[in-house]
């Protein structure tokens, strides 16, 4: 809404505060490190950039940003044995990294998940 700025967005391009952790880099599982993070949804790409100094997004990764290639991504919403939280959505891209995306508010979280199954063309679960 208008009144809304920071929630205000398309499918297209949408950003916002977002709690990101890898579990899959390269096929491979690696320990969670849930972080709060700013994503911006843009065409086929998700940028994810971390809130403070010290934020870190995978073992191989240096720089306080992440870009993740949606073509070829699968989203869906994370079963239970995933993650204790609420509002999970599984990422996985084609190289074989996994995230999880959280937001402890269901309206954020589901706008997400349509924007991300629109973008990637995966079908829209309850
Ligand atoms: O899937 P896991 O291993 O139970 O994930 C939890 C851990 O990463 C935990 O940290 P430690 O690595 O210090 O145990 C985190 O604090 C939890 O948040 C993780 O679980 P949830 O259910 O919150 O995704």
């Known amino acids: 809404s208008p009144s809304s700025p920071k929630h205000q967005s398309t499918d297209q391009e949408k950003y916002g505060v ?64 995933k993650s204790s939280k609420k509002n999970v959505l599984e990422l996985k891209t084609h190289t074989g990294t996994e995230l999880l995306i959280q937001s402890d508010n269901d309206g954020w979280i589901r706008e997400w998940y349509t924007a991300l199954c629109n973008t990637t063309g995966n079908p829209i679960r309850e």
């Open 18 to 81: 977002l709690n990101v952790t890898k579990i899959t880099e390269n096929g491979k599982k690696i320990r969670k490190n849930w972080t709060s993070s700013w994503a911006v949804l843009q065409g086929s790409s998700l940028l994810l950039q971390g809130t403070g100094a010290s934020w870190k997004f995978g073992g191989n990764q240096s720089k306080p940003e992440f870009t993740v290639d949606l073509k070829g991504a699968t989203v869906e919403w994370a079963s239970k044995d």
